[in-house]
T-cell receptor, first 115, second 110 residues
């Protein structure tokens, strides 16, 4: 069964450092997302990406965040200068735009710890 | 601005049906009801969705009331692996993002 793959599974970084979280969405999917979940809190939408541009973003997704699809398979989330409060699980998801009302498939997440 | 209300937790006996309620009294005509679950901080997993008709798949059944103001997710034979947080989400057809609430923590007991 096709799946969304995220790497690394756990990333520890120092405050102020840049991190890049990587995702390989399902190959025929066209819509990509990042969500995050701070420990003990709700899953929160960050950004959606379609046709090589951001289609929607939340208030959380400020100038410190950026997304990119550098090639035909990867989808990345970059945090420019990490803060302690960026510590969270980050989930990538993808969906097949061509299928109406389709579900989103989520990866297993990257646990980001900012120290 | 929560669009759905779910009980915070519920227990279920292994092998029995689990009935998870969800209220969405302000749902509008173009909004679908989606259910996802999250097993122990893994990525959320799609279960089922519907508009107004009842739906069934290999995982669960979704019963939507005629006025669409509430729904019930039914796991027909709960197993220990069904222990998870279950999210009921109301979503507009063309809005691809998902707005997760706190969900219902379901614990299946042997």
């Amino acid at each position: 069964e096709p799946e969304v793959t995220q790497t690394p599974s756990h990333q520890v970084t120092q405050m102020g450092q840049e991190v890049i979280l990587r995702c390989v969405p399902i190959s025929n999917h066209l819509y990509f997302y990042w969500y995050r979940q701070i420990l003990g809190q709700k899953v929160e939408f960050l950004v959606s990406f379609y046709n090589n541009e951001i289609s929607e973003k939340s208030e959380i997704f400020d100038d410190q965040f950026s997304v990119e699809r550098p090639d035909g398979s990867n989808f990345t989330l970059k945090i420019r200068s990490t803060k302690l409060e960026d510590s969270a699980m980050y989930f990538c998801a993808s969906s097949d735009l061509l299928v109406p009302n389709t579900e989103a498939f989520f990866g297993q997440g990257t646990r980001l710890t900012v120290v | 601005d929560a669009k759905t209300t779910q009980p915070p937790s519920m227990d279920c006996a292994e092998g029995r049906a689990a009935n998870l309620p969800c209220n969405h009294s302000t749902i509008s005509g173009n909004e679908y009801v989606y259910w996802y679950r999250q097993i122990h901080s893994q990525g959320p997993q799609y279960i089922i969705h519907g508009l107004k008709n009842n739906e069934t798949n290999e995982m669960a059944s979704l019963i939507i009331t005629e006025d669409r103001k509430s729904s019930t997710l039914i796991l027909p034979h709960a197993t220990l692996r069904d222990t998870a947080v279950y999210y009921c989400i109301v979503r507009v057809r063309d809005d691809y993002k998902l707005s997760f609430g706190a969900g219902t923590t379901v614990t299946v007991r042997a």
